[in-house]
């Protein structure tokens, strides 16, 4: 029979209990110091990425934003220069236009008017084979009002008499040979034309002189 001494059980734990609790200081130690170590080597990774940002940049890389900076400039100037002729542009067509529309405000106006003025000539002719002369000279008076009030804004009388046929200003009603003018001038005016300014109210319709060719004419009597 085996006799246990009770000192040396509690002796056994007692070293037991003192190197479990060396063990888990060791453990611990160790981890705090991997921690450290760990934390020491993040801090020094930043300050290296952090040295790597304040180094002084390559001449590639001046180079690269000289030519990055000089596109942009020449793609602003472009726009620039692009927005400044479409203002120049805009403000010539609206000079145009306000100079078109001072020039030609009067344009219906003045149409209406020329029938006005047509029925009174009419009506001078009609008086010409009459005696009733203050009739006559109250409408001659009249219509000179009228002709000076439409010439002093710039309707002008188309009265192309004797002189050559210009299909811009004139339209042939007819054709009619003529022993005194040559071929091409206007013979006789059926109505007379007007302008505003440069620009055609009513065509001169007239009678273009047109005389036989005496070659053809030989042709035609053989």
């Given at each position: 029979m085996t006799i246990h001494d009770p000192i040396s059980a509690v002796d056994t734990t007692a070293t037991e209990i003192k190197e479990t609790k060396e063990t888990k200081e060791t453990k611990e130690t160790e981890e705090t110091e991997e921690i450290k170590e760990t934390k020491e080597t993040k801090e020094t990774k930043d300050d290296t990425e952090l040295v790597q940002e304040d180094a002084q940049p390559t001449v590639e890389d001046l180079n690269h934003l000289l030519v990055k900076a000089a596109e942009q400039s020449k793609t602003h100037w472009?726009?620039?220069?692009?927005?400044?002729?479409?203002?120049?542009?805009?403000?010539?067509?609206m000079t145009r236009d306000v100079e078109h529309a001072r020039k030609y405000a009067l344009e219906k106006f003045a149409t209406e008017m020329l029938?006005?003025?047509?029925?009174?000539?009419l009506g001078?002719?009609?008086l010409s084979d009459t005696d009733n002369d203050v009739v006559r000279d109250g409408m001659t008076l009249t219509l000179k009002m009228l002709s000076d009030s439409l010439t002093k804004f710039g309707i002008m009388e188309i009265n192309p008499i004797d002189e050559k046929f210009n299909p811009q200003w004139h339209e042939a009603m007819a054709m009619q040979p003529s022993e005194k003018l040559e071929n091409g001038m206007i013979l006789h005016i059926h109505q007379k034309g007007?302008?505003?300014?440069d620009r055609l109210l009513r065509p001169a319709r007239v009678v273009v002189v047109k005389n036989a060719d005496?070659?053809?004419?030989?042709?035609?009597?053989v």
């Open positions: 472009d726009n620039l220069l692009r927005k400044q002729a479409e203002c120049d542009n805009l403000q010539k067509r029938a006005v003025k047509d029925s009174m000539e001078l002719q009609a007007y302008q505003l300014n005496p070659e053809q004419t030989l042709e035609n009597q």
